[in-house]
């Protein structure tokens, strides 16, 4: 999930950073005092404020604190929002345009909770924002060109977990085919989020496919939901835990997809 691919307004206010933040706050605080200054002359009394100058103050006022505190407060530390560009999350987020397969365009945008995994670990089945490593880049091809983009999964596994990604035995793709499944310690995992059944991982899903996958300390198993059309930890390997941002939380826009994310 890159959020730098949307050049929306909101996108490119959420990617404002601390020294723009701080700069914009001093810019409007200088504007304040210079409104501030400016006098309106009325007969047998002392110069005042002008009235809408004093409220061009006042709604500035305002912008700072509200800024400083989302900008330098609760972004950093609590909340923050994000979008979904892409369809690898699908049907739980969506994020796909109107074309042959979709009558409309749907960017679900959310609410992503910083805070929680500074006092606990992410669990399996939580949806996670992270910063992917840069193998994770599958728009570059130039290693040297490669960027650690913003991504969206679903946690599969944890340290200590064994991973594997196999041929299910009963499950069957939409074609009739033998579906994949994943295999966590063994017993295959029973997953009613995916949009539908897996089909067999290209050649480049080297890690944990066919085989198992031990998670050492500090590492974590990703994948998409829309497991047909995912980049994830099947491609580019296991995640770091440093790498975690926050645990998706909620769907604030569009106002028809409100609700909380499982």
């Given at each position: 999930m890159p959020p730098?691919?949307?050049?929306?307004?909101?996108?490119i206010f959420a990617s404002?950073?601390?020294g723009m933040i701080t700069l914009i706050a001093l810019a409007l605080?200088?504007?304040r005092v210079l409104l501030l200054s400016l006098k309106a002359p009325q007969p047998g009394k002392k110069d005042d404020v002008h009235p809408y100058a004093r409220a061009v103050a006042e709604i500035l006022e305002s912008l700072i604190i509200a800024g400083v505190l989302v900008f330098l407060i609760i972004r950093p530390f609590f909340v923050q929002a994000f979008f979904i560009p892409s369809e690898s999350m699908e049907l739980t987020l969506l994020g796909h345009d109107a074309g042959p397969q979709h009558a409309d365009t749907v960017h679900d945008h959310i609410f992503v909770n910083k805070l929680v995994?500074?006092?606990?670990?992410?669990k399996h089945g939580d949806i996670i924002v992270f910063r992917a490593p840069p193998e994770a880049d599958g728009e570059h091809i130039n290693p040297a060109e490669k960027k650690e983009n913003v991504l969206i999964k679903r946690l599969i596994g944890v340290p200590g977990d064994r991973i594997e990604v196999k041929q299910s035995g009963h499950l069957k793709t939409k074609d009739g085919a033998p579906a994949y499944a994943v295999y966590r310690n063994g017993i295959e995992l029973n997953e009613p989020y995916i949009k539908e059944?897996?089909?067999q991982p290209g050649p480049n899903a080297t890690h944990g496919v066919n085989h198992e996958l031990v998670l050492p300390p500090g590492r974590l198993f990703v994948m998409g939901d829309n497991r047909?059309?995912?980049?994830?930890?099947?491609?580019?390997g296991t995640l770091e835990r440093t790498r975690v941002i926050g645990k998706a939380n909620f769907i604030f826009f569009p106002f028809n997809r409100m609700r909380v994310i499982h």
């Amino acid at each position: 999930m890159p959020p730098t691919t949307d050049t929306g307004v909101g996108e490119i206010f959420a990617s404002l950073s601390v020294g723009m933040i701080t700069l914009i706050a001093l810019a409007l605080t200088m504007l304040r005092v210079l409104l501030l200054s400016l006098k309106a002359p009325q007969p047998g009394k002392k110069d005042d404020v002008h009235p809408y100058a004093r409220a061009v103050a006042e709604i500035l006022e305002s912008l700072i604190i509200a800024g400083v505190l989302v900008f330098l407060i609760i972004r950093p530390f609590f909340v923050q929002a994000f979008f979904i560009p892409s369809e690898s999350m699908e049907l739980t987020l969506l994020g796909h345009d109107a074309g042959p397969q979709h009558a409309d365009t749907v960017h679900d945008h959310i609410f992503v909770n910083k805070l929680v995994y500074r006092y606990s670990e992410p669990k399996h089945g939580d949806i996670i924002v992270f910063r992917a490593p840069p193998e994770a880049d599958g728009e570059h091809i130039n290693p040297a060109e490669k960027k650690e983009n913003v991504l969206i999964k679903r946690l599969i596994g944890v340290p200590g977990d064994r991973i594997e990604v196999k041929q299910s035995g009963h499950l069957k793709t939409k074609d009739g085919a033998p579906a994949y499944a994943v295999y966590r310690n063994g017993i295959e995992l029973n997953e009613p989020y995916i949009k539908e059944p897996m089909d067999q991982p290209g050649p480049n899903a080297t890690h944990g496919v066919n085989h198992e996958l031990v998670l050492p300390p500090g590492r974590l198993f990703v994948m998409g939901d829309n497991r047909n059309d995912s980049n994830d930890s099947r491609y580019w390997g296991t995640l770091e835990r440093t790498r975690v941002i926050g645990k998706a939380n909620f769907i604030f826009f569009p106002f028809n997809r409100m609700r909380v994310i499982h």
